[in-house]
């Protein structure tokens, strides 16, 4: 059985630029969810996803933005990338009303 | 909103030696609680979670953590530490179960062990 797997694992980019990230959830999962991790720091809730709808969001701005396909997976979507945007995105799969978000490997970025 | 609050930036705790990783958490009501561990460079692996019931919990790898109602804590345990515990330990809480909701990460505690 297949974990939360993500794509890319590595990626950089110059700011102004966009970049899409994606995650497929575990086998059995409806939910993802979306985290920013900056170096030494804890993750950071973008937004969760359920029945390819946005259903909550943290404190990011619009230029972070996804969308969740039929099969469940999602991708994460940077637009005007800044220096700033440079960290580890961690994506979360669960089901719907369970309590364990199981993480994903992450895709680091940076932006130069 | 709800915060949480790992006090401790790093530790360095022998091998062998019990370990406690410290987590205040701030919410009105009684929250979902996880601790979580990161090797570097990898996801977050969930070591245990407490939503209620019985306050001491256990988790994989010998670990085990206590809620505290009146004190905001649910701390970290363990009793005999090993080298391949040396990682990144993250406290979160969650709200509506964790499964529909996001989850708050304190900033971590870097665990270090000394041979």
């Known amino acids: 059985d297949a974990g939360v797997t993500q794509s890319p694992t590595h990626l950089i980019k110059t700011r102004g630029q966009q970049v899409t990230l994606r995650c497929s959830p575990k086998?059995?999962?409806?939910?993802v969810s979306w985290y920013q991790q900056a170096l030494g720091q804890g993750p950071q809730f973008i937004f969760q996803?359920?029945?390819?709808?946005?259903?909550q969001r943290g404190n990011f701005p619009d230029r972070f933005s996804g969308h969740q396909f039929p099969n469940y997976s999602s991708e994460l979507n940077v637009n005007a990338l800044l220096l700033g945007d440079s960290a580890l995105y961690l994506c979360?799969?669960?089901?719907?009303?369970?309590?364990?978000?199981?993480f994903g490997p992450g895709t680091r970025l940076l932006v130069l | 909103a709800q915060s949480v609050t790992q006090p401790d930036i790093h530790i360095t705790v022998s091998e062998g030696a019990s370990l406690e990783l410290r987590c205040n958490y701030s919410?009105?009501?009684?929250?979902?609680l996880f601790w979580y561990v990161q090797s570097p460079g990898q996801g977050l692996q969930l070591l245990l979670k407490y939503f209620s019931g019985d306050t001491l919990v256990q988790g994989i790898k010998g670990f085990e953590a206590e809620f505290k109602r009146s004190q905001s804590s649910f701390n970290l345990r363990k009793p005999s530490v090993h080298w391949s515990d040396a990682a990144e330990y993250f406290c979160?809480?969650?709200?509506?179960?964790?499964?529909?909701?996001?989850?708050?990460f304190g900033k971590g505690t870097h665990l270090i062990i000394q041979p």
């Open positions: 919410y009105g009501a009684t929250p979902y």
């Open positions: 086998s059995g999962h409806d939910t």
């Open positions: 979160a809480v969650g709200v509506s179960g964790g499964g529909a909701d996001g989850l708050t």
């Open positions: 979360a799969s669960s089901r719907r009303g369970w309590e364990t978000q199981y």
């Open positions: 996803y359920y029945e390819e709808e946005e259903r």
